[in-house]
C-alpha cells in the first residue's frame, strides 16, 4: 500500500488531507485517519489502487450520475453516457407531471421543464434522482409575512400539565402554543421530536434512533392512572418511570380499538410502506434482543433476511403496536400545529432536525450501506468545547447515500418539514463537510459531502411543505457557506453570545444579519442569568473541561462581556448588577427584538431567568442533561408579564419597516 494510492483514494472519497481549527491551527490528515475513514465507508479492505480503479468504473459505467441538479421550471439536456439509449422519467408523485420517455440523440436526453420534485430517470434499468429545485426555499417574504418575527423556545419534555405522565405531550405544546399566541409569538420551538428507540433508554433528542420517526414519549395518553400524579412534580423528568406508566396505558388503548380506529391505523400503515413497517419491526426485536442490532443474532442485523420476515408473521400484533404509536404521534403532532395556527401564530411550530443517529439503532439498521461504521460525528475545538467533541453519532456516507439515490436524506427532511411552519437543521456545516473521528482513537478530521444536492434537496421540501428553514451556521465555518445559505432562502443563527467584533466585544443586535434567528443561547449554551453569572465557566472547570489557567481567562472575559452587555442596553446605566432579573432579562431580548435579524427566538427557561442550562456539553452523568422541567405548569402561560417588552419591540421594528 503506497501513500499515494491511498492519498488519491481519501481524496476520491472526501477525505480531507487537512484542516484548520478555529484557533487558524493546521491540522494534516495522519495515513492511520484516512485508512480509518476509508474503512468506515467499506473501502478498507482492498489495496487502494484495486478500490480506486473499481470506483471510477463503477462510475463511468453509469449512463447517469446518480443525483441530478436541475432548475425547476426549465428544460434541460442530460448528457449520458455510451450511447444513445432509451429513457423514461417517473415523476415526483406530488406533482402533477406526466410521465416522459424516448431515446436519446447524440448522447443527449432532453428533459422537459419539470415542476419542483424530485423525479426519476431511468436508463438500462440504472436509476438517477433528478432534482427539479426552486431558485430558493419558502422565507418570510414567500410566505406573505412581514419581518421580523418571534417566538419561544422550550423543551417538550419538560411541559409540565395535569394532563401528561411527567413527560411533556403534544397535546401540552398544543396548549402552550395557544397561550404564547395569544401574547403575540408566531412560533414555538421545540427540541428534536425523532424516535428514540423503545429499549434504548435514551433520553437525548440529539441522539435518535431514528429522524424520519417521531418521539412516543410525547404521545398524549387517552387515560392516565393515579400513578402518574408523583411524576408530575416540578423538577427533573423521571424518564424511567414515566414511560413504564406511558406503555402500559398505549397497550391498552391500542388493544381496545374501536373499529374507525383500527380502519384508520391500516390506512396509516399502508400509506407509510416499507420504512415504517421496517421501524416498527425493530422496535420489536429490541425489545426481545436488546437496543444495540450489532449484538443481536446475526440473522436479525439486517431488514431484508429471511429470518426478520418470519419474526415479522410471528409477531405481527407487537409490530402493529409499534405502527399505532407512530400513527398518534403523527396525529397529535399534526393537531398541535393546526392549533397553534388556529390560535393566530404565523409559522406555528418550530422544530429540529439532529445532525445524526445512533450507531445502534433503527436508521443504521434500516438503512446500512446510506451510513459509516466505526467512526463518530464530533467537531475539532470550538466555541463550544475547547476540547472539540464527539457525539457518539453515526455519519451519513456520502457514498453510501448516492448508491441509495438520497433516500434517506429526503425522508428525514420530509418528515421534519412537513410537521412545521419552520425548521432548524443543526450543524448545516455538515452540509458541506463532517468532523469523523474514529472509534479507535485515531485522531479524526473532515470529510466532504455533496453541498449542491443536499441544499437542493432541502428547497424542494421545504417548498412542498411550505416550511421556513434555519441552518444553524456555528463553529468552525466552510468558507462561503453563509453565503451559499442565504442565495438559498436558509436562514442562518445569529446567537448573541458568539456575536463579536473584530476586537472580541459583543455586537449590538443592529450589526447581526437580516437573514438569521437571532437569540441570546440555546439549549447547549449559558441561559442569559447563567451567562451573567459565568455560571457555566465554573462547571467547566468542576467537570475537567477548563484548567485554571482557562478557567481565570474566561471569568475576565465573562466580567468585561458583563459591562458590554450592560452598556448595550443601557448606556447610561452605571455599574452592572451582581445579578439580573426577570424584567433585566426581558430588556435584554427587547434589544434583540429591535435589531437586524428578521427571526427572534426567547427560550422559555430565559423568560422566566433560570439560571441552569438545558444541555452541558461534554457531560454525561455530571449534569442533568435533558431533564429540566419548565418552571411554570402549560396552565400559567396564558399572561406571561415579561413577554411584553418584547413584543412590543419587534412591533415598533415591523411598524418602522413598513
Known amino acids: 500500500m503506497t501513500d499515494t494510492a ?15 481549527d478555529l484557533a487558524d491551527r493546521e491540522h494534516v490528515t495522519s495515513p492511520d485517519t484516512k485508512r480509518a475513514l476509508l474503512a468506515a465507508m467499506g473501502l478498507g479492505e482492498d489495496d487502494p489502487s484495486d478500490t480506486l480503479r473499481r470506483l471510477q468504473a463503477e462510475r463511468d459505467a453509469r449512463p447517469l450520475p446518480a443525483a441530478i441538479v436541475v432548475r425547476a421550471g426549465e428544460p434541460t439536456d442530460l448528457r449520458v453516457r455510451g450511447g444513445d439509449v432509451e429513457w423514461r422519467l417517473a415523476p415526483d408523485p406530488r406533482t402533477a407531471e406526466p410521465l416522459h420517455g424516448g431515446r436519446s440523440r447524440e448522447g443527449i436526453i432532453g428533459l422537459p421543464a419539470l415542476p419542483v420534485g424530485l423525479h426519476l430517470v431511468i436508463v438500462r434499468e440504472a436509476h438517477s434522482v433528478v432534482v427539479a429545485a426552486p431558485e430558493a426555499a419558502p422565507d418570510l417574504a414567500l410566505r406573505g409575512l412581514d419581518a421580523p418575527r418571534w417566538g419561544i423556545t422550550t423543551a417538550l419534555y419538560g411541559l409540565r400539565s395535569d394532563a401528561n405522565a411527567g413527560i411533556g405531550t403534544y397535546r401540552d405544546l398544543a396548549v402552550a402554543a395557544e397561550a404564547l399566541a395569544r401574547q403575540g409569538a408566531d412560533f414555538i420551538g421545540i427540541n428534536p421530536v425523532h424516535a428514540l428507540g423503545a429499549a434504548s433508554g435514551s433520553i ?7 429522524r424520519a420517526f417521531l418521539n412516543t414519549d410525547h404521545i398524549e395518553p387517552r387515560d392516565v392512572p393515579a400513578e402518574a400524579e408523583a411524576l408530575r412534580a416540578p423538577g427533573l423528568v423521571d424518564y424511567p418511570a414515566s414511560r413504564r406508566v406511558l406503555d402500559q396505558t398505549l397497550r391498552q388503548s391500542y ?44 440473522t436479525l442485523r439486517r431488514p431484508t433476511t429471511a429470518a426478520v420476515r418470519r419474526f415479522a408473521v410471528e409477531n405481527e400484533d407487537e409490530i402493529g403496536y409499534h405502527a399505532y404509536l407512530q400513527w398518534q404521534a403523527e396525529t397529535q403532532l399534526a393537531e398541535a400545529q393546526r392549533r397553534a395556527k388556529c390560535a ?3 409559522l406555528g411550530l418550530y422544530v429540529d432536525l439532529a445532525i445524526g443517529v445512533r450507531p445502534d439503532g433503527a436508521e443504521v439498521w434500516a438503512e446500512p450501506n446510506s451510513f459509516a461504521r466505526s467512526v463518530s460525528l464530533g467537531t475539532p475545538p470550538d466555541q463550544f468545547n475547547a476540547k472539540g467533541q464527539v457525539w457518539g453519532l453515526a455519519p451519513m456516507s456520502p457514498l453510501g447515500l448516492q448508491e441509495d439515490l438520497f433516500r434517506p436524506f429526503v425522508d428525514t427532511m420530509r418528515a421534519v418539514a412537513g410537521h412545521a411552519g419552520l425548521a432548524r437543521i443543526d450543524h448545516i456545516l455538515g452540509f458541506v463537510r463532517c468532523f469523523w473521528v474514529p472509534e479507535d482513537g485515531t485522531p479524526g478530521t473532515y470529510v466532504r459531502y455533496p453541498t449542491d444536492i443536499l441544499l437542493a434537496i432541502t428547497k424542494v421540501e421545504a417548498v412542498h411543505a411550505g416550511c421556513i428553514m434555519i441552518g444553524e451556521d456555528l463553529g468552525v465555518l466552510p468558507d462561503g457557506l453563509r453565503e451559499r445559505l442565504a442565495e438559498a432562502n436558509l436562514y442562518g443563527c445569529s446567537v448573541a453570545q458568539f456575536e463579536r467584533g473584530a476586537d472580541g466585544d459583543m455586537c449590538h443586535p443592529s450589526e447581526y444579519r437580516t437573514r438569521a434567528l437571532a437569540s441570546f443561547s440555546t439549549h447547549d449554551t449559558p441561559t442569559v442569568r447563567g451567562f451573567w453569572q459565568g455560571w457555566e465557566i465554573e462547571r467547566q472547570a468542576a467537570f475537567g473541561q477548563l484548567d485554571e489557567e482557562m478557567a481565570v481567562r474566561g471569568r475576565q472575559r465573562r466580567d468585561w462581556d458583563r459591562r458590554r452587555l450592560h452598556w448595550l442596553v443601557d448606556e447610561a446605566s452605571d455599574e452592572p448588577p451582581g445579578d439580573l432579573n426577570v424584567d433585566d432579562v426581558a430588556r435584554i431580548h427587547a434589544l434583540l427584538g429591535e435589531g437586524a435579524s428578521d427571526l427572534l427566538a426567547v427560550q422559555l427557561d430565559d423568560v422566566f431567568a433560570r439560571v441552569e442550562q438545558q444541555n452541558f456539553p461534554g457531560t454525561v452523568d455530571e449534569y442533568p442533561n435533558w431533564r429540566l422541567k419548565c418552571p411554570v405548569s402549560v396552565g400559567e402561560m396564558d399572561e406571561i408579564a415579561a413577554l411584553g417588552p418584547v413584543r412590543r419591540a419587534v412591533d415598533r421594528r415591523r411598524m418602522r419597516d413598513r
Open 6 to 20: 491511498l492519498d488519491a483514494l481519501a481524496a476520491h472519497a472526501g477525505i480531507f488531507d487537512r484542516y484548520r
Open 204 to 210: 437525548s433528542p440529539y441522539s435518535p434512533t431514528h
Open 255 to 298: 388493544r381496545t380499538m374501536n373499529d374507525i380506529e383500527a380502519r384508520d391505523l391500516q390506512t396509516f400503515r399502508s400509506r407509510s410502506g416499507t420504512a415504517l413497517q421496517d421501524f416498527a419491526t425493530f422496535e420489536a426485536i429490541s425489545l426481545l434482543h436488546g437496543a444495540d442490532w450489532r449484538c443481536w443474532p446475526e
Open 344 to 346: 393566530g401564530m404565523a
